[in-house]
Structures are given as structure tokens and as C-alpha cells.
């Protein structure tokens, strides 16, 4: 262990989503935890993360570009890496090298994007013995672990299907057409980036394996023709300095929004990266609609969808079982990606869940509601991984590698059976892959 016991850990990539990790290894867990350096492609970013852990009572720490990142690791000799990178596309090569030199990790959801980069992983676990844990905060979330409990119970009896709608509007669904995200050689598309979460929600909510995939989807909403019907002549490659600005109701304006500046526009200079692209692109090859069936190992079936360019953010869900039916909704607060505000929080008024048993009335039941970003289940998550006295789970929401490959082998599945016509079968993705 590290200073007076402190495990440590170095952190790659420090982008919007690196925060939390950060604020919580400088915060509440400061006496259990210490971050020791950090890596990215940025030294502007780098430089404002290390000023935040300044702020925040944490001394600085040494800054490595990705090419030391083996320096890093026999310089500062991390317990365990943390990968918050963006790409996406880009977890599997800090992944699989930390493993390799003897360090575990602590990774952003999706663990990678395509099925090479997934068998690389799960062979490089298999090899070297260390842990992959991948952080699907969603889980953690009360409601949702609510419906995991009224699962397990038997309270609709064996699942047969899953109905699942989930819906992003058009201020947080709109961001990822801005980033790096609305290239699927980056991102998987967001059946892979954003689904992930989802397809591990139902993967652990049945307690089974996803077997196969068949998928339609459609870019219906983010094209050059729909800016053109809204009247948006002039438009630019990006919001700043767009002759399409004054009209456009998804302007980004980087400059007014304090962390969006210090963290982007600020630092762009580095990398070149912009991030308030035209979300109109002609650019784009991701999709806006998708409509997905999954086959699992013991029969269920799920059919999923995932809007885009929604009215309102949050999602409608149903389980069919031989005992009744489990019916679940949420409306979440939006947001866009690194601008301040808790992303994805829920309200009590917002969050509905009825049971339906066979031959009676419905019943109304009182949803659990906690406070903090993706339905409440940062803080949890957090907790899990930084607190070493942190309780027994009965719920298992702790995920690795294994649950990781399931959720995004789902999407990666369904973007091949877009491009194929075809069904996929996880099990010839994965191949002879450890699991």
C-alpha cells in the first residue's frame, strides 16, 4: 500500500467523465486513497485537473503523456488504473498494458467497442491474473436495484420478455452528435457507448446470457436535410463562430459555460479536439434511432429501442413473467456531457414502479429514490470500489470483465447486424475467449 496504508492509483484520461473518480480519491475517500499521476493526451486538461486537486487539499501530481505511460507506471507504482478515456476505442490498450505491468483496473463503461479489442481483454485477464472492473453505476441506482430484488424474488415468476424503451432529448442526446462519439470507429455508435448500460441493466436484472442480436436503426433526425427544414443556411464545422448560431436551438456556446471553457475550448489548442461540432454533420455515420432483439441462454426475449432526439430524457420499462408483470419508468434530469450539472438524477415524482400479479389488481409500489448523479448510484459505486470496508453486496453490482464483455457484445452485435442484415451470435464474436 501507499502512503500510511493508501492504496493508489493513477488515472487515464481526464476528460468530463474523469471527475467523479477524481473528486471522490480527493475527497471523501482521501484517507484510503491516493492519486499519484495522471495520463493524457492533453497537458492543458492535465494542468486544470491538477489545479482542482489543489483546490481541493490533494497535492499535485506528475502529468505523462501516453507514450510514458510504462514510465508512469515504474515511477509512481499505482495499485490500479483508472481508464476514463475518450475514446472509447481507446480502453482496451491502457487496459490490457496495465494488467500486463502488474496493475489492476478500474474502467469506464464500455470496457471496449468491437469484438477483437473484447477477446484481447478477456485473454490478457486469463494471462496475467489481475482484476477488470467495470463501472456500471446504473446498477447501483435504488429503483434499479429495487427491480433487481422484485426479480430474484419470483414476484412475476420466470421472465419471459422484457419490453425496454430508453429515450435521450434533444440537449443530452444532441451532445453526442458534437464529440467524438458520432464516429463509430470511436464510440461502437451509441449501441455500444450509451446501450451499454442498458443491455447490462437487463443482463443482470435476468441473471443470463445474451446469445442473439438483430438489429435496425436509422440516422432519422441528425442530418444536413433536418438543419435545412429548420431554415439553418451558413451553418460552420462547429458552434463557435457558426453563421447559424442566433437560430439554432442546439447551439453549444463553450464559452459561456464555465467548465465547458476551462476543460475544452481552453485547452484545444493540445489536441485540435472541438467539442461543439454541428451536431448536422454530414460527417456523422452513427445512428439516432435502433431497435434491437435479444435471445437469451434460457429463452427470454428483449426487444429495446433508443430515441435520440426525445422531448424529455429517461426510459419506460416492462418484464412479462409467468406470474404477472413488472412495469418501470423514470424521467432523469438532462444534461450536457462536463457542464456542472449531476447527470442523469432522478426526482420522486419522476419515477414510477408497478406490479401486476396474475388474476389481481395492480400494485402501486413506492419507488427508492436517492440523491446524486445516474439515479443515485454514483455514491454507491464509489463506494464499492474506494471503500475497503465496504459491506457484502447480496445484489452482485459490483461487475468485471465477464459482464463487461455480455453488455457491450450486445451492441457490438447489433451494429454488425445493422451492416450485415443478419442475426449475430454473441458466442462466434467472442469465440474461444476466457469468460
Not at 515504474?74 to 490490457?96: F, L, R, S
Not at 437560430?247 to 485547452?267: I, P, Q, S, V, W
Not at 454488425?416 to 476466457?434: E, F, H, M, Y
Request: hydrophobic share 35%.
Amino acid at each position: 500500500m501507499g502512503q500510511c496504508g493508501k492504496k493508489r492509483y493513477v488515472q487515464v484520461g481526464v476528460g468530463g467523465r474523469s471527475s467523479m473518480y477524481t473528486k471522490a480519491i480527493a475527497g471523501e475517500y482521501k484517507e484510503v486513497a491516493e492519486l499519484v499521476a495522471l495520463c493524457d493526451i492533453n497537458p492543458g486538461r492535465m494542468e486544470v485537473k491538477n489545479r482542482q486537486l489543489q483546490e481541493s487539499g490533494h497535492p499535485a501530481v506528475p502529468m505523462y503523456a501516453p507514450d510514458q505511460f510504462d514510465r508512469m507506471i515504474a515511477e509512481t507504482k499505482p495499485h490500479t488504473v483508472i481508464v476514463t478515456t475518450g475514446p472509447d476505442a481507446t480502453h482496451c490498450d491502457y487496459i490490457c498494458r496495465a494488467m500486463e505491468l502488474g496493475c489492476d483496473v478500474v474502467t469506464e463503461k464500455p470496457m471496449t467497442t468491437d469484438d477483437a479489442r473484447c477477446r484481447k481483454i478477456l485473454q490478457t485477464v486469463k494471462k496475467t491474473g489481475r482484476s477488470c472492473q467495470v463501472t456500471f453505476n446504473y446498477r447501483y441506482s435504488p429503483p434499479r436495484s429495487q427491480v433487481k430484488e422484485l426479480l430474484a424474488g419470483g414476484a412475476i415468476g420466470e421472465i419471459c420478455s422484457v419490453d425496454f424503451a430508453w429515450l435521450l432529448d434533444t440537449r443530452h442526446g444532441a451532445d453526442y452528435f458534437r464529440r467524438w462519439h458520432r464516429k463509430l470507429a470511436n464510440s461502437g455508435s451509441l449501441l455500444v457507448h450509451k446501450s451499454t448500460h442498458h443491455f447490462d441493466l437487463v443482463n443482470w436484472w435476468l441473471d443470463d446470457v445474451p446469445e442473439d442480436v438483430f438489429c435496425h436503426a436509422a440516422k432519422s433526425y441528425y442530418t444536413p436535410a433536418t438543419a435545412d427544414r429548420m431554415g439553418l443556411a451558413g451553418r460552420g464545422e462547429r458552434c463557435l463562430g457558426c453563421g447559424a448560431k442566433d437560430k439554432c436551438r442546439f447551439y453549444l456556446d463553450l464559452a459561456g459555460n464555465e467548465h465547458l471553457k476551462t476543460l475544452y475550448l481552453d485547452n484545444e489548442k493540445y489536441d485540435g479536439y472541438f467539442r461543439d461540432r454541428c451536431v448536422f454533420s454530414a460527417d456523422i455515420d452513427i445512428w439516432d434511432t435502433m431497435s434491437v432483439s435479444v435471445r437469451y441462454r434460457r429463452g427470454a426475449l428483449l426487444s429495446y429501442q433508443l430515441h435520440a432526439f426525445s422531448p424529455y430524457e429517461g426510459y419506460r420499462i416492462a418484464f412479462n413473467g409467468t406470474k404477472g408483470r413488472l412495469e418501470h419508468s423514470a424521467c432523469e434530469n438532462t444534461y450536457i456531457n462536463g457542464d456542472g450539472t449531476i447527470p442523469g438524477e432522478l426526482s420522486k415524482n419522476k419515477v414510477t414502479l408497478t406490479l401486476i400479479p396474475e388474476f389481481a389488481s395492480p400494485q402501486a409500489l413506492e419507488p427508492r429514490i436517492a440523491a446524486g448523479g445516474h439515479g443515485g448510484g454514483d455514491p454507491i459505486l464509489l463506494a464499492d470500489i474506494f471503500d475497503p470496508n465496504a459491506p457484502a453486496d447480496p445484489l452482485k453490482r459490483k461487475a468485471f470483465h465477464r459482464e463487461g464483455a455480455y453488455s457491450c457484445m450486445v451492441g457490438v452485435a447489433a451494429y454488425k447486424s445493422v451492416q450485415s442484415g443478419q442475426a449475430v451470435r454473441i458466442d462466434n464474436l467472442l469465440a474461444d475467449a476466457p469468460l
